[in-house]
């Protein structure tokens, strides 16, 4: 009984560190780039990296990590994504399709943002004013 309570000492602090160290690992992994415009059907916005669905799959321990990066110009379309999905707020409208330019705008939850070659853009401000919002949508 004693060796079982040592192991278990041992090795619940590594199992811990080793879910918040995922976590980390798949954040640094995922940008803009992670989310296209994909044709099933309808028009739909899909994860194209596995990081994004297991971070969806987290939940609500993945939210403060994912709201710290809704102002960056790399990752705030993809963390706006994630947040919705885990919310299950996942209301979205084309606005446009450009065939010729290979651009698709979408409103995505509210926030509006534009798929081109590099991948979900948008501008500061529209990604400040989805932060206020997610911030005062998680205090309610």
């Known amino acids: 009984m004693k060796q079982l309570c040592l192991v278990l000492l041992l090795t619940i602090p590594f199992t811990l560190y080793g879910q918040k160290d995922s976590l980390d690992i798949w954040i640094s992994k995922i940008d803009n780039r992670s989310l296209a415009g994909q044709c099933k059907y309808v028009w739909v916005l899909k994860s194209t990296t596995s990081e994004v669905d ?4 987290e939940g609500k321990k993945a939210e403060k990590k994912l709201v710290k990066l809704l102002t960056s110009d790399e ?6 994504y994630i947040l919705s999905n885990i919310y ?16 698709t705008r979408f409103i995505y939850n509210g926030l509006e943002f534009t798929e081109t070659e590099v991948g979900m853009v948008t501008d500061k401000a529209k990604l400040g004013k989805c932060k206020d919002e997610w911030i005062k949508k998680l205090r309610e």
């Open 88 to 103: 299950k707020q996942t209301n979205y409208q084309i606005l446009d399709l450009d065939t010729v330019k290979w651009e």
């Open 75 to 80: 990752k705030g379309v993809v963390a706006h």
């Open 54 to 57: 297991k971070i969806i799959r």
